[in-house]
Each structure stands twice: as C-alpha cells, then as structure tokens.
C-alpha cells in the first residue's frame, strides 16, 4: 500500500552534512506521521524527527534539536530530514517510516505506530 525509499546516507566528516530523502510512494494520508528514526549497532532503534504530511507540525528527539531539521514535500511525496554538525554518534542506519496515526507528540515518536517502514540508509560520521 505504502512504500517508502530512503536515500542519501554516506560517509562525512565530524561537523558535516547530509541530506536523507524519503520518497513515498502509494496511498498516503494527511493524517500520516512521516518520521525518521535510527539504529546503530547494539543499540535500540530510536526516534529521531517526525513530521505531520498533512499540517506540517514538528517534532525532535533531545539530540536532533538545534543540528536536524525534517521537512516535506507534499508534491513530490518526499520527506527530508536535513542533518548539520553531524557527530561520530550519529553514525547509525537511518529509516523513514510512515504512521496511520493521529499526530501528537506520544504517538509520533513510538516505533510501534508506524506500520511501513523504508529499507534504511547508512549515515556514517568518521574522520
């Protein structure tokens, strides 16, 4: 139903940038959480940003704040997740996932909300 494509991941420098894409591709909802999340080795995945496909609201995990900043856009089905000041424990695979959920801060940033899920893309921040 949904199909979600992440690219964009590499290899950058402590301080560098990238940007993730997340290209969607059928049925998709206003009401949809887009959200990125993470998981780098021996680690729990966690929540990085989320984004409202419909209203365009906003929300960070304590480490992307200030450095990370998602973003849509509508007519090209993509969302963003634009990274700066990257540091070594970025180093992570990076997932896009799409969530049939009402938007709020709770639903938004738990995992188990988000029922399609991107194949991920290695963002790895070395020297």
């Known amino acids: 139903q949904v199909q979600l494509v992440e690219s964009g991941g590499g290899l950058v420098q402590p301080g560098g940038s990238l940007r993730l894409s997340c290209a969607a591709s059928?049925?998709?909802?206003?009401?949809?959480?887009m959200g990125w999340f993470r998981q780098a080795p021996g680690k729990e995945r966690e929540f990085v940003a989320a984004?409202?496909?419909?209203?365009?609201?906003?929300y960070y995990a304590d480490s992307a704040k200030g450095r990370f900043t998602i973003s849509k856009d509508n007519a090209k089905n993509t969302v963003y997740l634009q990274m700066n000041s990257l540091k070594p424990e970025d180093t992570a695979v990076y997932y896009c996932?799409?969530?049939?959920?009402?938007?709020?801060?709770?639903?938004?940033?738990?995992?188990?909300?988000?029922?399609?899920w991107g194949q991920g893309t290695q963002v790895t921040v070395s020297s």
């Open positions: 996932a799409a969530a049939p959920t009402l938007f709020s801060s709770r639903t938004a940033t738990m995992d188990y909300e988000y029922a399609y």
């Open positions: 059928g049925r998709t909802f206003s009401s949809f959480a």
């Open positions: 984004i409202s496909w419909g209203t365009a609201n906003t």
